[in-house]
């Protein structure tokens, strides 16, 4: 069975239909389904969520988000601590890290405070002894400057996977995996799928990043957003598969080993 490694569950798009989304994931082969936090104000209904459903199993793993910068708080980093501590179940911490790609996110302010929290969530996470959920764009030096300065040594995984391949190996060298999503299916993405080629296929994970990212073959013809759904995690699945010349089922069995060996959870 596969291992949606980031999705994001909880979010009002998903509020029409989550039972039956549920249902249609579980029948396409995904039984585990991550759930990152991305707010504090959204944590109870991310845990709430979760909590909901037996099968798929939905992990919640709360955070804050780099790009939600602006309104994070110093309470809430206290407030995650205490999650943490209420729920030894929770497998990681995130999603956390550096986002420097949007227009309003190159303020030099909104920066350092990115850097703040995520700093602090790290620690955060290494004091729990978690690993984490790590998001990252146009920020791989920073962020791997961050990790090395906080001694991080819990590892988790690169979501989103965007950057080179002496950075992708730098994040496995520091234990981490890379999450591997829709973008894989795209036609644009001939970089990510030259690092995708060249690297173990033992550093990768998969993920939809739903609703995000719907991979290419669900996507509705025309200018219009599909939704994506964790239902749709197969089709990641086979363009790895086509892209390392692999089983599906071997790319299935070894991102699930790995993603269990990732968040550090029994299958
Ligand atoms: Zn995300």
């Known amino acids: 069975m596969l291992i949606d490694t980031h999705c994001h569950f909880d979010v009002e798009e998903f509020d029409a ?16 389904v991550v759930v ?48 943490l501590a209420a729920h030894p179940e ?19 302010a909104l920066q350092r405070k990115q850097e703040v929290f995520f700093r602090e969530q790290l620690q955060i996470a290494a004091r729990a002894g978690k690993p984490v959920l790590l998001h990252v764009r146009k920020a791989h030096a920073e962020v791997l400057r961050v990790l090395r300065e906080t001694r991080f040594r819990d590892g988790g995984i690169v979501h989103a996977w965007s950057g080179g391949i002496e950075e992708a190996r730098h994040y496995v060298r520091l234990g981490f995996h890379l999450g591997i999503g829709g973008p894989l299916t795209y036609d644009q993405s001939r970089r990510l799928r030259a ?52 089983t599906v089922e071997e790319v299935v069995a070894v991102t699930r080993r790995e993603s269990l060996k990732a968040l550090r959870l029994v299958a």
Not at 17 to 30: E, P
Not at 56 to 81: F, K, N, S
Not at 205 to 221: G, K, Y
Not at 233 to 242: D, G
């Open 90 to 108: 929770v497998v990681a911490v995130g999603e956390i890290g550096l986002d420097h790609f949007p227009l309003e996110l190159k303020e030099p």
């Open 195 to 246: 690092v995708v080629a060249a690297m173990p296929l033992e550093a990768l994970v998969l993920e939809t990043d739903a609703p995000d990212m719907t991979p290419q073959p669900h996507r509705a013809p025309g200018p219009e957003r599909t939704r994506n759904s964790p239902e749709f995690l197969p089709a990641v699945a086979a363009a790895l598969a086509a892209l390392r010349n692999v």
């Open 36 to 83: 990152p936090g991305y707010v504090a104000a959204h944590w109870p209904r991310l845990f709430e969520v979760c909590a909901r459903y037996a099968a798929p199993r939905l992990l919640p793993v709360p955070g804050l988000h780099p790009c939600y910068i602006a309104g994070h708080e110093e309470a809430h980093l206290a407030e995650l601590e205490r999650l």
């Open 17 to 32: 239909d989550r039972d039956a989304v549920v249902a249609r994931t579980l029948a396409a082969g995904v039984d585990t």
